[in-house]
């Protein structure tokens, strides 16, 4: 199975709401996570099973889709937010992880 | 505090030998499965090796099969990587990383911030 993310950049503004997409190359059921990662440091895990919000997790962030295509939506954008986003379909075998997506400040 | 602390990288020639090791803290250790992921500097994530609790399935990214060799130490909460016969494109920032169960769905969440393997 190939998780295929886009776009692989985008630039947008504070306030802004933005949209990840995830598409993968078979029905996965609902069996994704979306990681961020900023520079330096481990990747955090914001949302598991499609739509569930990790605990601690800021609610502006949130999951959809089921099967293969996948988003991850982040409704009004904080200067936090700015950083890498990374799908992973975790059950298969090797767990796979998208591209990523870098999120940058217009 | 859920914490995973990774040491051990370094570099190394084409060829040569590393062991990197996971401290981990803040949780039950023993109770969960445990992975490696790399990441090349500026590139992606790639799944490198798996565990489970007890140390009795492994699994590995086929790039390195039979080079790399996970395992773990419950008494000491330690998660160790061996990589042998390293090549370049080993060169990345490894991450030891916690696999969690959420409702029947396995995440990986915490991690480590990596240990840096080179080779050259």
């Known amino acids: 199975i190939q998780m295929t993310q886009s776009p692989s950049s985008l630039s947008a503004s504070l306030g802004d709401r933005v949209t990840i997409t995830c598409r993968a190359s078979q029905v996965i059921r609902n069996d994704l996570g979306w990681y961020q990662q900023k520079p330096g440091k481990a990747p955090r895990l914001l949302i598991y099973a499609a739509s569930n919000l990790q605990s601690g997790v800021p609610s502006r962030f949130s999951g959809s889709g089921s099967g293969t295509d996948f988003t991850l939506t982040i409704s009004s954008l904080q200067p936090e937010d700015f950083a890498t986003y990374y799908c992973l379909h975790p059950d298969s075998y090797p767990p796979r992880f998208g591209q990523g997506t870098k999120l940058e400040i217009k | 505090e859920e914490q995973l602390v990774e040491s051990g990288g370094g570099v190394v020639r084409p060829g040569g030998s590393l062991r990197l090791s996971c401290a981990a803290s803040g949780f039950n250790f023993h109770d969960y499965g445990m992975s490696w992921v790399r990441q090349v500097p500026g590139k992606g994530l790639e799944w490198v090796s798996g565990i489970t609790w007890n140390g009795g399935s492994t699994g590995y990214a086929d790039s390195v099969q039979g080079r790399f060799t996970i395992s773990r130490d419950n008494a000491r909460n330690l998660l160790y990587l061996q990589m042998n016969s390293l090549r370049g494109e080993d060169t990345a920032l490894y991450h030891c990383?916690?696999?969690?169960?959420?409702?029947?769905?396995?995440?990986?969440?915490?991690w480590g911030q990596g240990t840096l393997v080179t080779v050259s």
């Open positions: 990383a916690r696999r969690k169960d959420y409702g029947g769905h396995y995440y990986y969440d915490p």
